[in-house]
């Protein structure tokens, strides 16, 4: 007989392999902006959305995914100890979002009108939440204004990402109901 993956085992492997598309995606973003783009304003970053799924899949666990997309985001473009800590730290202000899933539910933001609105407030938090860590840095108001224009870019493809992964059955989706979904199909 089959040994079946225990819980914690399907939650490691599906963090990791996330963690991995989120660092692979982040990597080629960086690496194209300054090789075709690199006088632009204007980033692009998979961060929000691939956190959100995570969010969604997991909980609290996607604060690893925002400190990483923050992370890969800064090594790849050669930022200083500064930015490191605004992104990294400022990316797990996304973490109030998960108030939001576990004020109304998994199950009711995934299906209702907040399905859309969640992955867009994680994108605004991790602006925002970069924005309140360069102004603790000693930035001044104006210079944080930056952070929310130069990543708009980044809203449309997360509104985008999260719908398509709507469509998906299992992607945009608590693990656990999901996997009692499944089981209850297969039955």
């Known amino acids: 007989m089959k040994r079946q993956r225990t819980w ?7 963090l990791t392999l996330l963690g991995m598309a989120l660092a692979v995606f982040e990597f080629v973003i960086v690496r194209a902006a300054n090789w075709w ?6 980033t692009v970053s998979l961060a929000a959305a691939i ?4 969010y969604m899949r ?36 996304s973490l109030f ?3 939001l899933l576990n004020a109304f539910g998994r199950e009711r933001v995934r299906t209702g009108h907040l399905s859309l609105i969640f992955p867009l407030l994680v994108q605004v938090l991790m602006q925002g939440g970069r924005a309140a860590v360069a102004l ?5 108001p104006a210079d ?5 224009t130069t ?3 980044s809203l449309l493809f997360t509104f985008v990402i999260i719908w398509i992964a709507r469509k998906l059955d299992g992607v945009y989706e608590d693990q656990k109901h999901y996997l009692l979904r499944i089981h209850a199909e297969e039955e």
């Open 8 to 14: 914690k085992e399907y939650r490691a492997i599906d």
């Open 37 to 42: 783009f690199p006088g632009q304003p204007f």
């Open 51 to 54: 956190t959100a799924i995570v």
């Open 58 to 93: 997991w909980g609290a666990w996607g604060a690893i995914h925002a400190v990483e997309a923050g992370f890969v985001f800064c090594f790849f473009s050669g930022a200083t100890g500064g930015q490191f800590l605004i992104y990294c730290a400022g990316n797990l202000f």
């Open 97 to 99: 979002a998960v108030l």
């Open 136 to 140: 603790l840095l000693g930035a001044r």
């Open 144 to 148: 944080t204004v930056g952070f929310f």
């Open 151 to 153: 990543d708009s870019l």
